[in-house]
């Protein structure tokens, strides 16, 4: 059995980006001794919908936010999935990039969103996308499949985190409050049909003009809301239990029966 924290932070436009930082990262410090795994949610430094921030805030992989992060996690003997920041490409341009880290401090992977929101606005025509699937095994959560919000919409990328025997998929989110009900029946589904520990963490509070919708959850590989946080910021703990993916799985093979033309 292992702990899981999300971290669901408020990032309204109230706060400064800089102020933020030190703030989530004494919340992340806060879980020592609390979780095997921490996890916090998509460009939470200034918010999924600040897109007029992106140039301002890019930063490279060894900046000192993700150094930051890696002293966290070491400090507090954890992994942590430290959500998502706008990274500088060393071609220059950017790109949406979650940092994996391990209790030793060491970056174990980095995943560049996929699918990238805004249909020809904001991060769908400032950023680049990533092109491969990341997945760590050996995790408190087993093998673990990275994915980034908007990415959750699209069941090909998870489906191919399965084929590669993901058994918990870790969402970082910016999800927004009026399709807040998509959310919760899409993270169900990506449980459901991979027959996997879904461990999604989502953002709130007012950002641009967009309110964040929370309700970060953790789904099992049966497709059960196991637990689910409000719509403020809260930190949500849940018991993962590993085995429930093999014997779930064992239970209803419905893997073998897929058929592509």
Known sequence: ?????????????????????????????????????AILPELWKIGAFNSGALEAYAEPTDSELVKQLQQAAK???????????????????????AVFINPAGEIVDFYRKMHLYGFDRGEAILLNRGTQIVTTQDTP????????CYDLRFPELFRGMGDLGVETILISSG???????????????????????????????????????????????????????????????????????????AEHPFQKDRFIR
């Open 75 to 97: 400090s507090g003997n954890f992994w942590l999935h430290g959500g998502s920041f706008v990274e500088r490409l060393a071609d220059g341009g950017m790109s949406n990039t």
């Open 175 to 249: 999800w927004p409050t009026p399709r807040i009900n998509h959310w919760r029946v899409l993270n169900q589904a990506r449980a459901i049909e991979n027959q996997a520990w879904v461990i999604a963490c989502n953002e709130v509070g007012l950002n641009g003009d967009i309110m964040l919708g929370g309700h970060s959850m953790v789904v099992s590989p049966r497709g059960e809301i196991v637990a689910e946080a409000g719509t403020s910021e809260e930190v949500l703990y849940a018991d993962i239990e590993l085995a429930q993916v093999a014997q779930f799985r």
């Open 141 to 148: 959560v087993g093998h673990a499949g990275l994915a980034i």
């Open 1 to 37: 059995m292992s702990r899981v924290a999300l971290l669901q932070i408020d990032v309204s436009d109230t706060e400064t980006p800089e102020a933020r930082v030190l703030r989530v990262l004494d919340l992340v410090a806060q879980q020592k001794g609390k979780c095997d795994l």
